[in-house]
């Protein structure tokens, strides 16, 4: 078994998917049975999902019948669903889609950092999930799109980049919300409180976002994992404001700055 892959070959698997989350944006779940009874197998069903977990107090199987998550799905006000592993191109047909309202919020990351954490989970096997060409190959064409989407959908549609996030996670935060037209919460506004704390690497007082954002580098293989992506990613680092870190003693150090471009959103692309 390869495990996850990428889904951006225009095949069977990838429309699947790509009608699976259209079905979960309508809250059109009750012809989806099967995915709904893998949801209830995992820990992270109720954990991460507090407004379904409220309705199934009384009990509790009836979150595993599809019709009953339906309609709890079209209670809420809010839908929030994370997409992984589906290519940005699959994004444009559900964007002009008159049934869906909804907006998007790209997230990349510094290509080597993903990989690096990549090859700790035993589910990650296939080319698309570790060979770096391929991966590089993908990231390129998710980047290629983003104009285009920044161009036709000015107010549903936002590029963001982690590394750049890490550096101002206030400012980003409020960006953020000011795209999605809502107000910061209360859980946001404490999170933003996490500490400050001291490290060596970063002086007397590190930005803790920041220390985390670049940990990856101080147990990464340089010559297996970062030159390998930096050579097939080069032109995708620069675009993202990346830093081409020029040998091992570069990269370990955390004094030296992983981001050397500006703020990491839409003015990359304009």
């Not at 997230?107 to 990650?124: E, G, I, Q, Y």
């Not at 960006?175 to 060596?200: S, V």
Request: net charge positive; hydrophobic share 35%.
């Amino acid at each position: 078994m390869n495990g996850a892959r990428i889904l951006s070959a225009n095949d069977t698997t990838t429309r699947s998917a790509a009608e699976f989350l259209k079905d979960l944006l309508l809250c059109r779940l009750r012809h989806r049975q099967e995915e709904v009874g893998y949801l209830t197998s995992k820990a992270f069903y109720m954990k991460e999902n507090a407004f379904l977990k409220q309705r199934c107090r009384s009990n509790r199987r009836t979150c595993h019948k599809a019709s009953f998550v339906e309609g709890v799905c079209r209670e809420a006000d809010l839908h929030l669903a994370k997409v992984l592993r589906m290519s940005l191109r699959w994004l444009r047909p559900l964007l002009e889609d008159d049934a869906l309202d909804f907006q998007v919020i790209y997230l990349a990351r510094d290509p080597r950092a993903v990989l690096s954490s990549r090859t700790k989970v035993p589910w990650c096997r296939s080319p698309s999930c570790r060979n770096p060409k391929v991966m590089c190959s993908l990231l390129t064409e998710d980047l290629a799109e983003v104009p285009g989407l920044l161009k036709a959908y000015p107010q549903r549609f936002k590029f963001v980049a982690y590394d750049h996030i890490c550096r101002n996670v206030t400012g980003s935060l409020q960006d953020l919300m000011a795209f999605l037209n809502l107000p910061p919460t209360p859980d946001q506004r404490e999170f933003l409180q996490y500490p400050k704390i001291p490290h060596r690497r970063y002086g007397s007082k590190g930005n803790t976002f920041l220390l985390q954002a670049q940990l990856w580098r101080t147990s990464t293989s340089f010559n297996h994992i970062v030159l390998p992506v930096q050579h097939a990613c080069r032109g995708s680092l620069e675009r993202l404001g990346l830093r081409i870190f020029a040998s091992r003693k570069e990269l370990t150090d955390l004094s030296v700055p992983g981001v050397v471009g500006g703020g990491g959103g839409s003015e990359y692309f304009t």
